[in-house]
T-cell receptor, first 113, second 115 residues
Framework: QKEVEQDPGPLSVPEGAIVSLNCTYSNSAFQYFMWYRQYSRKGPELLMYTYSSGNKEDGRFTAQVDKSSKYISLFIRDSQPSDSATYLCAFYILTGGGNKLTFGTGTQLKVEL | ETGVTQTPRHLVMGMTNKKSLKCEQHLGHNAMYWYKQSAKKPLELMFVYNFKEQTENNSVPSRFSPECPNSSHLFLHLHTLQPEDSALYLC??????????????FGSGTQLSVL
């Protein structure tokens, strides 16, 4: 079983739609849960960051973590064409033997006019 | 210049060439990283430098050789690459605090094609 599973898409939605992006994970030791956004021909940029179960909101973006189900989601409200990008989930564990950051494969999102 | 800058943006090289990728961070961070990004695969960590010291080499072939002369600059020297090494190579930096360094700041990457 892969440590992180993420649907690669592509996901195409009309402008104004609510978008739901998801990742499942198997390592219960993950401590931090993140979403990165990567525009075409650019590096990833940190979008959302949380370390606890529940919801965290930032403008049109909401990150949701369910540790009991090992499931995280990113919701985008009122999606815009500028949201078209690849979204990477990422998980971080701080251990005595070294830190580990594990990425999903990314979901490609296209928001159409 | 702000953030993390990488040069060149694109690189085409033959299997017998030697080339270098350059990365510079202007964020005052104390850790720098090389990642490889291939289509349909998760980001693969290649090398980590904390305070200029290499702390991780993730079983990377010796045809990739990193160099970190100071906490702001990072190089990846390439020689006798294989076509399967074609990918986007990303540099990142972070601030290690209390042992944690979970927030990475990435450059735009070098798109490498090996012929």
């Amino acid at each position: 079983q892969k440590e992180v599973e993420q649907d690669p898409g592509p996901l195409s939605v009309p402008e104004g739609a609510i978008v739901s992006l998801n990742c499942t994970y198997s390592n219960s030791a993950f401590q931090y849960f993140m979403w990165y956004r990567q525009y075409s021909r650019k590096g990833p940029e940190l979008l959302m960051y949380t370390y606890s179960s529940g919801n965290k909101e930032d403008g049109r973006f909401t990150a949701q973590v369910d540790k009991s189900s090992k499931y995280i989601s990113l919701f985008i409200r009122d999606s815009q064409p500028s949201d078209s990008a690849t979204y990477l989930c990422a998980f971080y564990i701080l251990t005595g033997g070294g830190n580990k950051l594990t990425f999903g494969t990314g979901t490609q999102l296209k928001v159409e006019l | 210049e702000t953030g993390v800058t990488q040069t060149p943006r694109h690189l085409v090289m033959g299997m017998t060439n030697k080339k270098s990728l350059k990365c510079e961070q202007h964020l005052g961070h104390n850790a720098m990283y090389w990642y490889k990004q291939s289509a349909k695969k998760p980001l693969e960590l290649m090398f980590v430098y904390n305070f200029k010291e290499q702390t991780e080499n993730n079983s990377v072939p010796s045809r990739f050789s990193p160099e970190c002369p100071n906490s702001s600059h990072l190089f990846l020297h390439l020689h006798t690459l294989q076509p399967e090494d074609s990918a986007l190579y990303l540099c990142a930096s972070s601030q290690v605090s209390g042992g944690a360094s979970e927030k990475l700041f990435f450059g735009s990457g070098t798109q490498l094609s090996v012929l």
